[in-house]
């Protein structure tokens, strides 16, 4: 008393394949239990061209079909019942119900329970009937009180939802389409949205929503030319909603200043209900790819109660904001070192906290320094090997400053100094560490 599948198919006569499939549904439970009720003559459902094809040559519907077709045209081929047999893929596809109103074939497959062959009396399958008053509910549907086409386009775009109320998993419940059109209208106004069960709360109160955008700046600068300095922007927009309702709709869009640089390798937290195909495609893997997309960038979701991580991205800079210069002279149990930093005209000096870090590697425990700092102060700890220039919350009106010193070291410790396996005699690094309100993106609009 099933469907294993549905079909509306527009008839046009001199079009390249005569029709076009305008709606097709398939029930796999239903096929399941087709599979076993039909044993050796199960005859799989095809996709729509096959089955298309094949029905507009059994219909005489194709322009090209001139020929007399003795299995299809005999005098003992007399159709009467709207049952047909399509010849499909080297095996014979039935029942199948189907015909031709206003030009659109309105065609089903019903469930046969027992096998196919031979083919069981009309009379004891059930599912014809069935399918009979479904196709004449749908016809009755699409064209009560309609003029136009548009109208029958959004009919037909309206046809997944109500079979779902209809015929749901094939089993027809309801005939008049338009019963369930109302009842999906009505629920949609008067029931209230079911709490989903990954939101264990809702908010009462003032809506709210708090957004922040967190960036780190990754710059490896070698002062070499044969080696190229590299920078990248790694960024995260946080978002806290308190908002009243089941499901309420959010949607952020980010705007990029002007010349900014596209954002790329974008990650979405799954809350995010749809996106832009150009959002996520955009790389910073390849070096040749073109598909950068520039924006806006909008991100529609439903948030959950607590904090979250709306989407992660990664960006290209033009310069890193802060340019090194770092030198270190080895002299025995002696290292000279030279540095020097500077700010970027285009970041703006104001800084919560500014430090650079020098760390020494293989080596005994700090024992001396004697240092000069043109800005900040210096820090010394001993034991760890370690020198940390403060530098501040900003830097002078030069943008330039400098540290120059000898640092004394005294015997290796193997329990408590700290090794490294790259940094070994002149190999070293520094490292600056800071964090600013404004960052390279602080121009996005939301």
């Known amino acids: 008393m099933a469907q294993r599948a549905v079909w509306l198919i527009s008839h046009e006569p001199g079009a ?18 087709a599979k076993v009720f039909n044993g050796a003559s199960y005859m799989p459902i095809p996709e729509d061209g096959p089955f298309m094809k094949a029905l507009l040559f059994e219909l005489r519907l194709l322009d090209d079909d001139k020929d007399f077709i003795e299995s299809r045209d005999s005098c003992s081929h007399i159709n009467k019942t709207s049952v047909y047999g399509l010849l499909i893929g080297g095996g014979e596809l039935w029942p199948v119900v189907a015909f031709l109103k206003n030009n659109m074939i309105y065609a089903c497959v019903p469930l046969v329970e027992q096998t196919l062959s031979p083919h069981p009396p009309l009379i004891s399958i059930s599912g014809i009937s069935q399918g009979f008053e479904l196709l004449f509910g749908i016809q009755d549907f699409l064209y009560l009180g309609q ?19 209809a015929c749901p998993f094939g089993t027809l419940l309801d005939a008049n389409l338009q019963n369930s059109l109302d009842s999906i209208n009505f629920a ?11 939101k264990v709360g809702t908010y009462k109160g003032k809506p709210q929503v708090s957004i922040s955008i967190t960036e780190k700046v990754k710059s490896m600068q070698y002062d070499k030319q044969d080696i190229a300095d590299t920078w990248q922007v790694v960024g995260a927009v946080t978002c806290k909603c308190d908002l009243e309702g089941i499901m309420p709709n959010v949607t952020i869009s980010l ?48 948030p959950p109660l607590e904090s979250f991580n709306l989407c992660y991205y990664t960006s290209q800079v033009p310069v890193p904001p802060i340019l090194g210069f770092y030198q270190m002279k080895e002299e025995e149990i002696k290292v000279k070192i030279t540095v020097n930093l500077k700010l970027h005209e285009s970041v703006k000096n104001n800084f919560e906290f500014c430090e650079a870090h020098i760390p020494f590697y293989n080596r005994g425990p700090i024992t001396h320094v004697e240092s000069k700092v043109s800005f900040g102060q210096l820090e010394v700890f001993r034991e760890k090997s370690l020198l940390i220039w403060i530098i501040g919350q900003k830097f002078p009106k030069s943008m330039e400053i400098s540290l120059s010193g000898t640092v004394t070291f005294g015997a290796k410790s193997h329990e408590k100094q700290p090794f490294d396996e790259i940094c070994i005699g002149g190999t070293a690094y520094l490292k600056v560490n800071t964090f600013m309100w404004l960052t390279t993106l602080e121009l996005f609009c939301f």
């Not at 003029?147 to 046809?159: A, F, M, R, S, Y």
């Not at 949609?188 to 990954?198: D, G, L, N, R």
């Not at 990650?267 to 209900?273: A, K, M």
């Not at 390849?286 to 439903?302: E, L, R, V």
């Open 16 to 33: 390249p394949l005569g029709g076009t499939v305008r709606f097709s549904r398939r029930y796999p439970t239903v096929e399941k239990r």
């Open 147 to 165: 003029k136009h086409d548009t109208e029958i386009n959004t009919k037909l775009n309206q046809l997944p939802d109500l079979l779902l109320q």
């Open 188 to 198: 949609s106004v008067t029931h209230p949205q079911k709490q989903p069960a990954w």
């Open 255 to 302: 705007s990029l200043p002007t010349n900014g640089s596209p954002l790329q390798d974008i990650l979405v937290h799954p809350c995010v209900t749809s996106l832009d195909s150009a959002i996520l495609t955009s790389s910073s893997i390849d070096a040749m790819d073109d598909s950068a997309f520039s924006g806006p960038y909008k991100f529609p979701f439903t």
